[in-house]
């Protein structure tokens, strides 16, 4: 029992110390926690959400394109002809197959197409992307005029180099050996430039345009003292126009290119600096359609009417309403009393026409031919001013 009570003590005391030590420990953590809170948890981090174009393939693109529209009149034109088969002088830009004939492609010779080709084709990735194209580098026009040094935009402009020029106007001119410019004719024809954009870029140099004997012309057209190749402003696969490309130099309204101008020049002379130059070709190329029609009624005899859409464009206006009918265009009533003056001047007309971007590659040419055009075939150019 004695035992008992003399280790009861201590071991009490002991107890009572430990315990006491343990508060004096919670109280100070206490202390310290209240002096140096928890720190907030730290922010987590939202990464942004990117949102990525999904790639198109070339051939996506080249699927939205007119190369690729098999149902366009371009490739079914021929669709009902007897034979089937595209002419040896349409195969080269109308098909696959003449494309290739006319680079070799296929075995034949060089820079001529040798046989008809067969309907049902279009513009296809092997006609811009094979062995031959690779290698070429300079195109031949119709004027016989040869532009070296080009790269990939060759076979661009292979297509879109027209099918006349002032020499083929002059020879068709020649051969009918009319008295003098205001003799009509029978026997004089129709001259097609057909699609000549790439003509319009060169102007002079290659004289896709009817030039006016005695005048000067501009030749390659420069911006920035730079000439632009087809694929520097054209999708090579859409064949859209980069129209951001356009805004790295110019501003203009409504992102419509058409609106573009570059100096407060009054070309057509109505008085409107702020339009487009495209607009000012569009008035004087107006005022030249209303003087060939003048021309045609007063000096050949026989009025005129133009329709875009039909092959040879050039009608006679049997009603003389100043407009192509339905019953009008047809080839039955192509315009038939040409004389030197009115072909030259209508020649140019179409030439215009075939080209609706001719304002972006050649406006000076451009303004240049018609405001001839106009003049020389009675037109008023007062008021007007040529570059």
């Known amino acids: 029992m ?34 140096n809170p928890t720190p907030a948890p730290a922010a987590t981090l939202v990464c942004p959400t990117v949102s990525a174009p999904t790639p198109v393939s070339y051939d996506d693109l080249w699927k939205s394109s007119p190369h690729a529209d098999a149902s366009a009149v371009p490739f079914t034109h021929w669709d009902t002809a007897n034979p089937q088969v595209i002419p040896v002088t349409c195969a080269k830009c109308h098909s696959r197959p003449g494309f290739l004939d006319f680079l070799g492609v296929d075995g034949s010779a060089v820079d001529t197409v040798d046989h008809p080709a067969p309907i049902g084709t279009t513009i296809t990735c092997y006609v811009c992307h094979n062995e031959a194209t690779s290698n070429l580098d300079s195109v031949t026009f119709p ?4 532009i070296d040094g080009l790269g990939p935009e060759a076979s661009c402009i292979d297509c879109h180099e027209g099918l006349a020029s ?10 009918a050996a009319l008295a ?19 003509a319009t870029s060169f102007g002079t140099e290659v004289q896709g345009a009817y030039e006016y004997a005695g005048k000067t012309y501009q030749g390659r057209f420069l911006r920035g003292g730079n000439f632009f190749t087809c694929i520097q402003c054209h999708d090579s696969h ?20 058409k609106n573009i101008r570059v100096n407060t020049t009054d070309y057509a002379g109505d008085g409107n600096t702020q339009e487009g130059v495209a607009f000012e070709i569009e008035h004087i190329q107006a005022d030249l359609y209303t003087a060939i029609q003048a021309d045609a ?19 006679i206006d049997t009603n003389n309403n100043g407009k192509p009918d339905p019953d009008e265009v047809n080839a039955n009533n192509k315009y038939n009393a040409w004389t030197p003056r009115l072909l030259r001047a209508a020649y140019n007309y179409n030439f215009v026409i075939n080209d609706p971007g001719a304002f972006a590659h050649n406006s000076t040419y451009i303004i240049q031919v018609l405001y001839d055009s106009l003049a020389d075939i009675g037109g008023n150019v007062s008021g007007m001013t040529r570059p």
Do not use: W
């Open 297 to 315: 009624k007063n000096t050949a005899g026989v009025p005129i009417v133009y329709d875009q859409k039909t092959y040879p464009y050039f009608f």
């Open 180 to 198: 003098n410019n205001d003799t009509p004719s029978a026997t004089l024809a129709f001259v097609d430039s057909h699609s000549i954009s790439a």
């Open 166 to 175: 002032t020499e083929t106007v002059d020879d068709e001119i020649t051969k």
């Open 2 to 35: 004695t035992n008992q009570r003399f280790f009861k003590g201590p071991k009490l005391f002991l107890i009572i110390i430990f315990l006491l030590g343990m508060a004096g420990l919670l109280v100070a953590c206490s202390a310290a926690e209240s002096s």
């Open 238 to 257: 859409t064949l859209k126009v980069k129209v951001d490309y356009c805004t790295e130099c110019h501003t203009f309204a409504g992102g419509d290119v």
């Open 143 to 146: 004027s016989g005029k040869r």
